[in-house]
């Protein structure tokens, strides 16, 4: 059926649009890991709009309350959730084969997922090379480095024995009599990063044990996130990178990568070397936000730098918590910031 919203404005209609697609596309595609449901539909599924994973999961929940579509776990050490239609009468064992089938196929990726040399420790490369690539251009000095086990920043112990992946020097040009420390959180997983999300605050909360110490610019380099985390980052201090793809080793047969890819509709890549939108990242940070004096790598660092109690006083969000809690926690934390004396906030987060 074609979508009854094709603008969706406001929460309740992204939503109303979310669950027409989801149920559209179980019946296209019949039994669908989580994964491929989110990535289709926000790719674009058929005329449907390109709902985000935010009113996605929020009609799975009320489908899934409702009984309108099941939703099942394997029990294998890394489990596959899949969501399908009740079964129509006739045919669930013909489903229960196609289901065992595509939860085989799913396996193949998750197991490159789990592999840090594939996926995990791969783009930790990729981003280091790509800094190394727009270093001249950017005007940044990237030291050797064991990356994914960065201990000290500027002679100074990252706190709780806790690491970054990556770390780069924002060089003051022309003197080089300074440097800003801009240190890297790589998190090369497929989902959505939202302002909320433990993925985030795991960066956010190293960094500012880091900066009661030493000015540190923190950055986020993520497969995609969420335009509300942007706006948090610009009213916060810290930097968000998007690489568009979740990167995977060439090591991986090409043949059996693409047939993983187009099965489930995933935005995975097989990539090595230097990545163009690291690459930009790298000359954005040197770019001066409208109607502002300094660029962004000497504007958010005294942002960052002022706002680190308040980031560390809510430092529950770097762990794992039931879904509500964290909503509280956040909201708590948006409006002890949104309070702050002596800084002025973009907001729309």
């Given at each position: 059926?074609?979508?009854?919203?094709v603008?969706?404005?406001?929460?309740?209609?992204?939503e109303v649009?979310?669950r027409?697609a989801?149920l559209?596309l179980?019946?296209?595609r019949?039994?669908?890991?989580?994964?491929?449901?989110?990535?289709?539909?926000?790719?674009?599924?058929?005329?449907?709009?390109h709902a985000?994973?935010l009113?996605?999961?929020?009609a799975?929940q009320?489908?899934?309350?409702?009984?309108?579509?099941?939703?099942e776990?394997?029990?294998?050490?890394?489990?596959?959730?899949?969501v399908?239609l009740?079964?129509?009468?006739?045919r669930?064992?013909?489903l229960?084969?196609?289901?065992?089938?595509r939860?085989k196929k799913?396996r193949k990726?998750?197991a490159?997922?789990?592999?840090?040399?594939l996926?995990g420790h791969h783009?930790e490369?990729?981003?280091?090379e790509?800094?190394?690539a727009?270093?001249?251009d950017?005007g940044?000095?990237v030291?050797k480095?064991?990356?994914?086990?960065?201990?000290?920043?500027?002679?100074?112990?990252?706190?709780?024995?806790?690491?970054f992946?990556v770390?780069?020097?924002?060089l003051?040009?022309?003197?080089?009599q300074s440097h800003?420390?801009?240190?890297?959180?790589?998190?090369?997983i497929?989902?959505?990063?939202?302002?909320?999300?433990?993925?985030?605050?795991e960066?956010?909360?190293?960094?500012?044990?880091?900066?009661l110490t030493?000015?540190v610019?923190?950055?986020?380099?993520?497969?995609r996130?969420?335009?509300a985390?942007?706006?948090m980052?610009q009213?916060?201090?810290?930097?968000?990178?998007?690489?568009r793809d979740q990167l995977?080793s060439?090591?991986?047969?090409?043949?059996?990568?693409?047939?993983?890819?187009?099965?489930?509709?995933?935005?995975?890549?097989r990539?090595?070397?230097?990545?163009?939108?690291v690459?930009n990242?790298?000359?954005?940070?040197?770019?001066?936000p409208a109607?502002?004096?300094?660029p962004?790598?000497?504007?958010q660092?005294?942002?960052?730098?002022a706002?680190?109690?308040i980031?560390?006083?809510h430092?529950?969000?770097a762990e794992?918590l039931?879904?509500?809690a964290r909503?509280?926690?956040?909201?708590?934390?948006?409006a002890?910031v949104?309070q702050?004396?002596?800084?002025t906030?973009?907001r729309?987060?």
């Amino acid at each position: 059926m074609p979508p009854t919203i094709v603008n969706p404005t406001g929460e309740a209609e992204w939503e109303v649009a979310a669950r027409e697609a989801i149920l559209d596309l179980l019946t296209d595609r019949l039994v669908v890991p989580w994964v491929e449901a989110e990535a289709r539909i926000w790719q674009g599924w058929k005329d449907y709009p390109h709902a985000q994973p935010l009113p996605l999961n929020a009609a799975r929940q009320k489908l899934r309350s409702e009984g309108a579509i099941i939703e099942e776990t394997t029990r294998h050490a890394v489990p596959v959730t899949t969501v399908r239609l009740p079964y129509p009468a006739g045919r669930q064992k013909e489903l229960q084969r196609l289901a065992g089938r595509r939860r085989k196929k799913f396996r193949k990726y998750l197991a490159w997922t789990g592999n840090p040399a594939l996926c995990g420790h791969h783009a930790e490369r990729v981003v280091f090379e790509s800094t190394q690539a727009v270093a001249t251009d950017a005007g940044l000095y990237v030291p050797k480095q064991p990356l994914g086990k960065i201990t000290e920043v500027d002679g100074v112990e990252v706190p709780r024995g806790r690491t970054f992946d990556v770390l780069a020097h924002v060089l003051e040009l022309p003197r080089l009599q300074s440097h800003t420390p801009l240190v890297f959180e790589v998190k090369n997983i497929h989902r959505w990063i939202y302002p909320w999300a433990k993925e985030l605050w795991e960066l956010l909360i190293k960094a500012a044990e880091l900066s009661l110490t030493i000015p540190v610019l923190p950055a986020l380099v993520c497969v995609r996130y969420q335009y509300a985390t942007q706006r948090m980052a610009q009213d916060i201090g810290f930097l968000v990178a998007g690489m568009r793809d979740q990167l995977f080793s060439p090591a991986i047969d090409e043949r059996q990568f693409a047939a993983v890819r187009d099965e489930f509709g995933l935005a995975i890549l097989r990539h090595d070397g230097p990545k163009d939108e690291v690459m930009n990242f790298g000359r954005f940070i040197r770019q001066t936000p409208a109607k502002e004096a300094d660029p962004w790598y000497r504007r958010q660092v005294p942002r960052f730098r002022a706002l680190a109690r308040i980031i560390l006083d809510h430092d529950s969000l770097a762990e794992s918590l039931p879904e509500d809690a964290r909503t509280r926690v956040f909201a708590r934390f948006r409006a002890q910031v949104l309070q702050a004396q002596g800084l002025t906030f973009i907001r729309g987060w």
